[in-house]
C-alpha cells in the first residue's frame, strides 16, 4: 500500500513525498524486494546516485520473495539490475555498472536501451570517453 501511495505522489509530482513514502515502506518491510526496488527508482529520477545504488544493493540482497498479490514480479527482474548499472556509472563504478548492466541484458536481451547503455559502461570500464557520457539512462 506505501509504495502505491509513493507512486501517486510521484504522479503528482511530489516527489520528496514520494521518495519519504518509498523509505517508509522499506522501514515496514524490509525483507521485500519491491519496497526497495520502487524507492531505488525515485531516488534514480532524482538522480540521487549513492541512494540509488545503495536501494539496489538491498533489494539485490534479498533472496526470498514473498508470495502475496502484493507481489510485483517485475521487481525481480532486468529493472534492478539496471538501476543498479545506472548508479554505479554516475558513481564511477564502472566494473560493477558492467557487471549490473550485464546481468540485466541478460534477463532482457532484447532491451536496446540496455544494449546501448553497456557500450558506455564498457567505454567508460575502458577509459574511452565517450561524447555525452552522461546520456546513460
Known amino acids: 500500500q506505501t509504495v502505491g501511495g509513493a507512486v501517486e505522489l510521484d504522479r503528482l509530482g511530489h516527489q520528496a513525498d514520494a521518495v519519504r513514502w518509498c523509505r517508509l515502506a522499506c522501514a515496514e518491510s524490509p525483507g521485500e524486494i519491491e ?11 532524482q538522480c540521487d546516485w549513492l541512494g540509488c545504488y ?8 534479498i533472496k526470498t520473495y514473498a ?5 510485483d514480479p517485475a521487481a525481480r527482474g ?13 558513481l564511477g563504478r564502472f566494473e560493477e555498472a558492467v557487471q549490473y548492466g550485464e546481468h540485466a ?21 575502458a577509459g574511452a570517453p565517450q561524447e ?6
Request: glycine content about 2%; hydrophobic content about 50%.
Open 78 to 90: 532486468p529493472k534492478v539490475f539496471d538501476l543498479a548499472a545506472i548508479s554505479a556509472y554516475h
Open 54 to 61: 545503495t536501494a539496489c544493493l538491498s533489494a539485490m540482497a
Open 105 to 125: 541484458l541478460h534477463l532482457a536481451p532484447d532491451d536496446q536501451r540496455l544494449a546501448d547503455n553497456m557500450n558506455w559502461y564498457r567505454a567508460a570500464l
Open 35 to 45: 519496497p526497495w526496488v520502487a524507492l531505488a527508482e525515485q531516488l534514480h529520477d
Open 67 to 71: 508470495k502475496t498479490y502484493l507481489a
Open 132 to 137: 555525452g557520457a552522461q546520456h546513460v539512462e
